[in-house]
């Protein structure tokens, strides 16, 4: 490991003086943008070197040298791939480091028309933020850009995927709101696609529970719209579920079995566990306050 990183050192060097003979007047009349890209070559070796000897930062020091120059001798392409390479080191090492570089190449993929690959580098920054960082508000935000650029680009299974995920983390900061638009919107293009019609089920559910957290009364009244937009979803087990709920309002013990048989067929993952939780919490809250009244 130690071999690799001398030698990654003595190939920066090299590239650095195939600058530095690449700056004066003659080598600039004579073979100057060949010894750019020749010390390009030489950073992406360093780089690889660097990699092989689990040096991360020195890596993507190296790459996004390498893609500067790239830029100065208009290779846009190459410069964004060694932008994404350095991200991908950097990732080991910096992650807001790992963010920039990738956001140079996203820069560059919409400069040059290429939304699907600037689409896919915006869910790695996303997810960045989601497992790095622990920023929910920047990775929805970068989940948003790139459901945008997917639509844009008539990928619309990859963009619901991503404009779910943002409905995921909308009603985690309880933007309730956000997250019912999204989820009736996805639910309405998945019943168009007969291979994805059986998914909006899923969809009207999650939608509700987000009604429930936001306004009781309001989602007592979305149901019957849900049952005559998608019919399936009335014969549902999470439709009646939520039919359960609702008819428990005022009893937590009936609101809390209703919800445990449920879960003793399907499991309830964490995002629908912690939106019956705050339901609960509700349901507490108005029982104690009419106990207090009382």
């Known amino acids: 490991m130690a071999d690799n990183e001398q030698k990654a050192m003595q190939l920066m060097q090299e590239a650095e003086k ?51 120059l790239q830029l100065t001798l208009q290779s846009r392409h190459e410069a964004a791939t060694h932008y994404v390479d350095a991200g991908n080191a ?11 570089c990738l956001l140079k190449a996203v820069e560059i993929y919409t400069d040059m028309g290429r939304f699907t690959i600037a689409a896919k ?28 650029y997917y639509k844009g680009e008539e990928s619309n299974s990859a963009a619901n995927k991503c404009f779910l995920k943002v409905a ?4 985690q900061l309880e933007q309730y709101q956000k997250a019912i638009d999204i989820y009736e919107q996805v639910a309405s293009n998945c019943m168009e696609n007969a291979l ?24 007592k009244l979305v149901i019957p719209k849900y049952e005559e937009m ?3 979803f009335s014969d549902s087990r999470e439709c009646n579920l939520l039919k359960s709920v609702l008819d428990s ?21 964490q995002w629908l566990t912690m939106m019956f939780l705050r339901i609960k919490n509700q349901i507490t809250e108005e029982v104690t306050d009419e106990m207090n009244l009382c």
């Open 18 to 68: 195939k600058l530095g003979s690449s700056k004066g007047f003659l080598s600039s009349l004579f073979g100057g943008s060949s010894k750019t890209e020749e010390a390009a070559e030489l950073f992406v070796r360093a780089a690889n070197t660097f990699k092989m000897a689990k040096n991360w930062a020195s890596a993507g020091q190296c790459f996004c040298k390498a893609a500067q």
């Open 90 to 100: 950097f990732k080991k090492a910096d992650p807001n480091e790992s963010i920039n």
């Open 121 to 148: 580098h915006h869910i790695t920054v996303a997810e960045i933020y989601e497992n790095e960082l622990a920023d929910i508000e920047q990775a929805m935000s970068h989940y948003e850009r790139a459901a945008d």
């Open 168 to 171: 995921q983390y909308s009603a």
């Open 196 to 219: 994805l019609k059986y998914s909006a089920k899923d969809h009207f559910f999650r939608a509700a529970l987000c009604h429930m957290c936001n306004d009781i009364v309001n989602a």
């Open 230 to 232: 998608f019919p399936a």
């Open 249 to 269: 309002m005022d009893n937590v013990d009936e609101f809390t079995k209703a919800v445990a048989d449920y879960d003793s067929i399907s499991r309830l993952d």
